[in-house]
């Protein structure tokens, strides 16, 4: 059974850093891509950062330069390292094992102005 557990959510000032985390489980982590997204109420889910197998990275514009996506195969998890929070990245984050249907429950990130 898959697995995907965040943690790392929570209420920060604008400016103010996060670092979210995922661990997985019933899975082959090393050998899968890695997404996190986001939800804002009212707004599709996005895209925010993935990591490939071999630690390759992509981030939406949005995020570059703020966030960081990194991955521990030794521990079967994966971060977000947010930086320099806005109040626009207020939503709810979520983990996904990238071409496959697994996500998490998600974790909530608030950024007050």
């Known amino acids: 059974q898959v697995q995907l557990v965040e943690s790392g959510g929570g209420l920060v000032q604008t400016g103010g850093s996060l670092r979210l985390s995922c661990a997985a489980s019933?899975?082959?982590?090393?050998?899968?891509?890695m997404g996190w997204y986001r939800q804002a109420p009212g707004k599709q889910r996005e895209l925010v950062a993935s990591i490939t197998a071999s630690g390759s990275t992509n981030y939406a514009d949005s995020v570059k330069g703020r966030f960081t996506i990194s991955r521990d195969n030794a521990k079967n998890t994966v971060y977000l390292q947010m930086n320099s929070l806005k109040p626009e990245d207020t939503a709810l984050y979520y983990c996904?094992?990238?071409?496959?249907?697994?996500w998490g429950q998600g974790t909530q990130v608030t950024v007050s102005s």
């Open positions: 996904k094992v990238e071409y496959s249907q697994y």
């Open positions: 019933g899975i082959m982590f090393r050998i899968n891509a």
